[in-house]
């Protein structure tokens, strides 16, 4: 199955089963884990296990977006690394200290041919990562990213 051409449009990932699924799921049993301690705690009953089960879905809750972020912050370090490469490789010289690394995941897109004059326009003019996406007239897709 080929993937649309990537642009400012549709650059944005969604993964289903994260957001539509683990992340509501996550939410229903933490609730349903709260009433249920709750209710045991107005009915005299023993409080262990629901504190237990709180406990537990509170790890998840924490566990879903924190697992999902992991690998975007090693993917961001490769993006930085990758670019400023890319920039040698074009100009010689590396990247500006300056740049940050959200310009530089945003600069990712840029085509061969915009990319280093987007990189100093960036620095010089302090664009936010928007600002350089809605810049770039010749998108480079990243289908890979996380």
Known sequence: MSQPNQSYANH???VPVVHYFLMPLGLI???ASLVYALGSLRSGDRLLEPLV?????VMVMLLIPL???FGVKVQDRLIRTEENLRYFRLTGQWLDSRITLKQLIAL????DQEFPALCDKAVKEQLSPGDIKKLIKSWRGDYYRV
């Open 108 to 111: 990712r897109f840029a085509s």
């Open 53 to 57: 089960i709180v406990g537990l879905s």
């Open 29 to 31: 049993v933490a609730i």
């Open 67 to 69: 697992s999902r972020s």
């Open 12 to 14: 944005r990932q969604i």
